[in-house]
């Protein structure tokens, strides 16, 4: 059983940043593959990025080049660096682990991040 715990969300203007932290328990967090997901009022949970277990990384559309992932296996930690941030990236984000070969997902119980216009 993983435990997530994310932090460092809050309210910042448009074009300012955010690190949003998750902290992992519980697993061999080398072994899990990361990801970061979004969920805005009145939408459905998407996808914004993810580092798997290998290091590799992919980012949604919507914030490629504006966000970056990494994850420190030493300290079971990945990390969401969100730089020019848009109205639109406000949402309560989630940090998501998954193990390799597993279907099984486990969530962090979110953070607010609100962006100002």
């Known amino acids: 059983q993983v435990q997530l715990v994310e932090s460092g969300g809050g309210l910042v203007q448009a074009g300012g940043s955010l690190r949003l932290s998750c902290a992992a328990s519980?697993?061999?967090?080398?072994?899990?593959?990361m990801a970061w997901f979004r969920q805005a009022p009145g939408k459905e949970r998407e996808f914004v990025a993810t580092?798997?277990?290998?290091?590799?990384?992919r980012y949604a559309d919507s914030v490629k080049g504006r966000f970056t992932i990494s994850r420190d296996n030493a300290k079971n930690t990945v990390v969401l660096q969100m730089n020019s941030l848009k109205p639109e990236d406000t949402a309560v984000y989630y940090c998501n682990a998954r193990a390799q070969g597993s279907i099984v997902d486990y969530w962090g119980q979110g953070t607010q991040v609100t962006v100002s216009s």
């Open positions: 519980g697993g061999t967090f080398s072994r899990y593959h």
């Open positions: 580092t798997w277990s290998g290091g590799s990384t």
